[in-house]
């Protein structure tokens, strides 16, 4: 989701159930997307990325799905952890090299 | 080496001085990238290096300047800012063209 003012979009998910994070980019023209994980007093840390031409990645853990009609891309946090507590942002490659990021939702993962 | 380092971790600095934020990475990467995040802010793209040169801009204010010395750093010296330029000081490298971003912790940067 996107953040609005001073309040990011917030999941509370129970540890062991499955997270669901959502993203809408905005460039058509965007061909590579990258989900961060950013932990507080850190700096963005690789997830997964997909290409335009996947619909679907799979990692340990985590799916990215990919949605070109409607620009959409989510993410999939499978068994979440209390170490996946953070700050997700998903983030966009358009030409130029410009990794543009995409507001942020919040996970706080319940014991 | 598979990082980025950022120093210092932390600055503090009135709006009269005159400091530098660096950046590192040994690991071959041709473009580096400085972004600012403000508190629950995604962080924004400030500068692109490519081979060393200047590639984007986006309209950074002239209190902002960055240097390229060689492919291995980065810095950012900062002159005359405002306490509204207070925020996380990200730098990025990847190997060039759309992929494999590696991010700094960031510095920490007040102006009082």
């Known amino acids: 989701g996107e953040s609005v003012g001073l309040h990011l979009p917030t999941l509370s998910v129970q540890e062991g159930d499955n997270s669901i994070i959502n993203c809408a980019y905005s460039?058509?023209?965007?061909?590579?997307f990258i989900w961060y994980k950013q932990e507080s007093g850190k700096g963005p840390q690789f997830i997964i990325d997909i290409r335009s031409n996947m619909d679907k990645r799979q990692g340990q853990r985590v799916t990215v799905l990919l949605n070109k009609t409607v620009k959409h891309l989510s993410l999939q946090i499978a068994a979440t952890q209390p170490g996946d507590s953070a700050v997700y942002f998903c983030a966009e490659i358009a030409a130029g090299n410009k990794l543009t990021f995409g507001g942020g939702t919040r996970v706080l993962v319940k014991p | 080496d598979t990082e980025v380092t950022q120093t210092p971790k932390h600055l503090v600095m009135g709006m009269t001085n005159k400091k530098s934020l660096k950046c590192e990475q040994h690991m071959g990467h041709r473009a580096m990238y400085w972004y600012k995040q403000k508190a629950k802010k995604p962080p924004e793209l400030m500068f692109v290096?490519?081979?060393?040169?200047?590639?984007i801009n986006e309209s950074v204010p002239s209190r902002f300047s960055p240097e390229c010395p060689n492919s291995s750093l980065l810095n950012l010296h900062l002159h005359a800012l405002q306490p509204e330029d207070s925020a996380l000081y990200l730098c990025a490298s990847s190997p060039g063209q759309g992929d494999g971003y590696t991010f700094g912790s960031g510095t920490r940067l007040t102006v009082v």
């Open positions: 460039n058509s023209a965007s061909d590579y």
């Open positions: 290096y490519s081979y060393e040169k200047l590639s």
